[in-house]
């Protein structure tokens, strides 16, 4: 089975950068095609769409408002990592990082936690003002 395991979370100072992995780990053949996203998850709330990526290559990530032009995702070239390159961090980034795989990137639906079946264990990232 299809497994995802995140690393690189960890405490900054705001302002500072980080940059989370999500390795695939047990796919046989290539992961291209698949869409993936990353999502945080704060106690006492529901998880927030931070973006997507279809795994191929060419296509344009998604990314949720309160990210966009600070966060960057990219993937590996052998499509068996995704990343996410967090910089000029806030202390409203604290949260735990999740990354997910077999989701829809089409319209909206990339932003819905529920459409992903699958989930690493996730890498705590946290922000200190």
């Known amino acids: 089975a299809v497994r995802l395991v995140e690393s690189g979370g960890g405490s900054v100072q705001a302002g500072g950068s980080l940059r989370l992995s999500c390795d695939v780990i047990?796919?046989?053949?290539?992961?291209?095609?698949?869409?993936m996203a990353w999502f945080r998850q704060v106690p006492g709330k529901n998880r927030e769409a931070v973006g997507s990526?279809?795994?191929?290559?060419?296509?344009?990530?998604q990314y949720s408002d309160s990210v966009e032009g600070r966060f960057t995702i990219t993937h590996n070239d052998d499509k068996t990592a995704l990343y996410l390159q967090m910089d000029n961090l806030e202390p409203d980034d604290t949260a735990m990082y999740y990354c997910?795989?077999?989701?829809?990137?089409?319209?909206?639906?990339?932003?819905?936690?529920?459409?992903?079946?699958?989930w690493g264990q996730g890498t705590q990232v946290t922000v200190s003002s």
């Open positions: 997910a795989s077999d989701g829809t990137c089409r319209g909206s639906g990339w932003r819905e936690a529920e459409k992903y079946p699958i």
């Open positions: 047990g796919y046989a053949w290539t992961y291209s095609g698949h869409c």
């Open positions: 990526l279809i795994i191929d290559g060419r296509a344009t990530p």
